[in-house]
């Protein structure tokens, strides 16, 4: 079995680390944009009701409340299917854009790095099966 080396160790988890790190700014970015989208849909959606309250309470017949009420309703379903077009879309990219990063070099290595460390533990457990005769 080949000897495990620190600089070889350090190399190894610098690479972990890296691939890490890499995971965590999309995982963030992703959330960025999730955030901004939910945000934006929230404030339409408010904006839309308080327009669609001002319209009730200015509305002096009682029987048009509820075809003005009615004619609210296809404005807000469509915000609601642009909202899920926008998540879908977010989401895909993100997805893409992970697994495009995750078949670069660096990734690969680091995905290789996990194996390496997991026969330099065995090896540990060997040299110390050598030393301990019981």
Do not use: K
């Not at 080949?2 to 600089?7: D, K, S, V």
């Amino acid at each position: 079995m080949p000897a495990i080396t620190l600089p070889d160790l350090r190399a190894q988890l610098a690479m972990q680390v890296d691939f890490l790190s890499q995971v965590s700014r999309h995982s963030f970015d992703t959330l960025e944009q999730l955030s901004d989208l939910n945000m934006h849909t929230a404030r339409r959606m408010f904006d839309d009701g308080i327009r669609l309250g001002r319209a009730l309470a200015s509305c002096n017949d009682p029987m048009q409340m509820g075809a003005l009420a009615m004619r609210a309703i296809p404005p807000a379903a469509e915000g609601w299917r642009n909202w899920h077009g926008a998540l879908v879309n977010v989401l895909t990219n993100s997805g893409a854009t992970l697994a495009r990063d995750a078949n670069d070099g660096g990734w690969q290595a680091a995905r290789g790095a996990g194996g390496n460390l997991r026969n330099a533990r065995a090896g540990f457990e060997d040299m110390g099966a050598a030393h301990n005769p019981t």
